[in-house]
């Protein structure tokens, strides 16, 4: 992971260059627990209202279900548990839309995408003003019974991807 966790998710919303998947897509395929490549963060996707005010979740939201840095003492930056990272609040033509990604390892937001790849992987694609000058991040599904139970938990073993 090139920030860690923060610009996994930055790179989770960059791969939306890539061709589009080959099942058809639904907003909610993407509700559920992803792991980043490499395997030190994993995010819980969920709808969310896009606005506290708004009567519907129309949104989907991503937050830090756990992280690899939660536990080691010599941490050089903060644990991102609980964190709420990304956010897209349009679906369009299988692909999240209109969505930021914020990166904590530097501080900074990101406009973003994601879609599902032809592997069933989210591909997410953070940019700052041009998509093609990007980046890509790859998030692989989690079984939900393999993630820890507190966001500081010890690495699961063996990860059972859905």
């Known amino acids: ?18 061709g589009a998947s080959a099942r058809a897509q639904a907003a909610d395929d993407f509700v559920g627990y992803w792991i980043t490549e490499e ?17 519907e979740a129309t949104s989907i939201c991503g937050r830090v279900v756990w992280d690899v840095v939660a536990k080691d003492p010599n ?18 033509d299988g692909t999240w839309e209109d969505g930021w990604a914020f990166n904590s390892r530097d501080n900074r937001s990101y406009l973003a995408k994601m879609r599902l790849n032809d592997k069933g992987q989210i591909a997410a694609r953070t940019y700052v003003g041009n998509e093609m000058q990007g980046q890509t991040l790859i998030f692989n599904p989690v079984m939900a019974a393999d993630v820890p139970p507190d966001c500081q938990g010890q690495r699961p073993d063996q990860i059972r991807l859905r």
């Open 1 to 18: 992971m090139t920030f860690k966790l923060g610009f996994s998710v930055v790179a989770l919303l960059a791969s939306l260059t890539m």
């Open 39 to 55: 395997k030190d963060v994993i995010i819980r996707l969920a709808r969310c209202k896009r606005q506290s005010f708004m009567p």
């Open 75 to 92: 941490r050089k930056v903060p644990s991102d548990c609980n964190r709420r990272l990304v956010q897209f609040n349009e679906f369009k």
